[in-house]
């Protein structure tokens, strides 16, 4: 690991989410958190001018990743008193368990974004977690499933 990712491992949620932020202003792009009421949000952004609401998770334990769907229930919720925004759960992984999730919006409002910052690398824990878009649920959660590395796909071609 690099030492900017030592850094980022030892921050707590409130320290990673201005960590994002800090990354963002950086980088041109205006992003702030808002409060209202009980609720807060992460972190609001414009991207092509559209909000997009970025709520940021820590995953510490193994057992942690139960809690995407709900956390994702959580984002929708927030989505939803903004009409029109999409959202993003980012999900900083310091579990034992290596997650995966696709590249891609899920049903057009949103991505699950996965910073693993596990104690090990992937090829030494037998612990993985897919996270992909469900049939009747908004995603679905394969655990244990076989990682397939890039020398293995381009070796069967």
């Known amino acids: 690991k690099s030492e900017g ?3 980022v491992v030892g921050l707590d949620e409130l320290g990673l989410q201005r960590h994002l932020c800090k990354y963002l202003l950086d980088h041109d792009v ?3 958190r ?3 009421g009980r609720s807060e949000l992460d972190l609001v952004l ?3 001018g559209d909000a997009l609401i970025i709520e940021a998770k820590v995953l510490r334990k193994d057992i942690d990743w139960t809690a995407i769907p709900v956390q994702l229930g959580q ?3 927030y989505m939803d ?3 029109g925004a999409r959202g993003v759960l980012l999900i900083y992984n310091k579990s034992e368990v290596v997650i995966d999730a696709p590249k891609v919006w899920i049903r057009g409002r949103f991505w699950v974004l996965v910073v693993n910052l596990c104690p090990k690398p992937p090829s030494q824990t037998g612990k ?3 996270v992909e878009e469900g049939e ?3 995603i679905r959660l394969v655990p244990n499933f076989q990682a397939r590395s890039p020398r293995a796909s381009k070796s069967k071609t």
């Open 30 to 32: 205006l992003s702030y």
């Open 136 to 138: 009747d649920e908004l």
């Open 81 to 83: 008193q903004n009409s």
């Open 34 to 36: 808002v409060m209202f």
């Open 5 to 7: 990712s030592a850094e």
């Open 128 to 130: 993985h977690l897919l």
């Open 75 to 77: 984002l929708q919720q």
């Open 46 to 48: 414009s991207h092509s």
